[in-house]
T-cell receptor, first 119, second 114 residues
Framework: NAGVTQTPKFRILKIGQSMTLQCTQD?????MYWYRQDPGMGLKLIYY???????DKGEVPNGYNVSRSTTEDFPLRLELAAPSQTSVYFC??????????????????FGEGSWLTVV | GENVEQHPSTLSVQEGDSAVIKCTYS??????FPWYKQELGKGPQLIID?????GEKKDQRIAVTLNKTAKHFSLHITETQPEDSAVYFC?????????????FGKGTHLIIQP
């Protein structure tokens, strides 16, 4: 039972380089999310998706892009890496979204994280 | 958008004592409040959640209370054990610009002293 799997676990990038953080889930969840976590801070939502083919911006989308071609995969792309993007990135998924009183199935499951350093 | 404040940032308690972590939220439309535990080098893991139509929920040594009027919710851990040492995050549903997902507090580092 893999859950949410992220790769790579660690990466060092040079300023201006590009890379893609991979995320896949095997729980047939509709919703997927990308968060970043900075030291001493909570998690900030970067992008989310409510299903294949649909993506939306979260709180801090600048400098990132996402795609959702399948239910299982939700890659996060950094086009021109900047030092401000040094962070820990978490992919997450849930069967339903988080809104709605009385709705079930909206537990969000997180991956193990990807540590990214931009130098 | 939603704003979630969490206190304290660090909490040290003796093993066997109780620990309480408090959060406040700003958006009165928020209706889902989970708590996550994050161990070193791991992703956050849901430990308990509560919806706005419930005032209290318990699961063994863990309980969460919600005061909608005051926009407060709290995590209570009784009979603390060494394995409870971790960072705990509260969260609330995010309302703003059509975005879904959660707004998180900044976390509480809980230290259980032997």
């Amino acid at each position: 039972n893999a859950g949410v799997t992220q790769t790579p676990k660690f990466r060092i990038l040079k300023i201006g380089q590009s890379m893609t953080l991979q995320c896949t889930q095997d729980m047939n969840h509709n919703y997927m999310y990308w968060y970043r976590q900075d030291p001493g801070m909570g998690l900030k939502l970067i992008y989310y998706s409510v299903g294949a083919g649909i993506t939306d911006k979260g709180e801090v989308p600048n400098g990132y892009n996402v795609s959702r071609s399948t239910t299982e995969d939700f890659p996060l792309r950094l086009e021109l890496a900047a030092p401000s993007q040094t962070s820990v990135y978490f992919c997450a998924s849930s069967y339903l979204g988080t809104g709605g009183v009385g709705r079930s199935g909206n537990t969000i499951y997180f991956g193990e994280g990807s540590w990214l350093t931009v130098v | 958008g939603e704003n979630v404040e969490q206190h304290p940032s660090t909490l040290s308690v003796q093993e066997g004592d109780s620990a309480v972590i408090k959060c406040t939220y700003s958006d009165s439309a928020s209706n889902y409040f989970p708590w996550y535990k994050q161990e070193l080098g791991k992703g956050p893991q849901l430990i308990i959640d509560i919806r706005s139509n419930v005032g209290e929920k318990k699961d063994q040594r863990i309980a969460v209370t919600l005061n909608k009027t005051a926009k407060h919710f709290s995590l209570h851990i009784t009979e603390t054990q060494p394995e409870d040492s971790a960072v705990y995050f509260c969260a609330a549903t995010f309302r703003g610009g059509g975005a879904d997902g959660l707004t998180f507090g900044k976390g509480t580092h809980l230290i259980i002293q032997p």
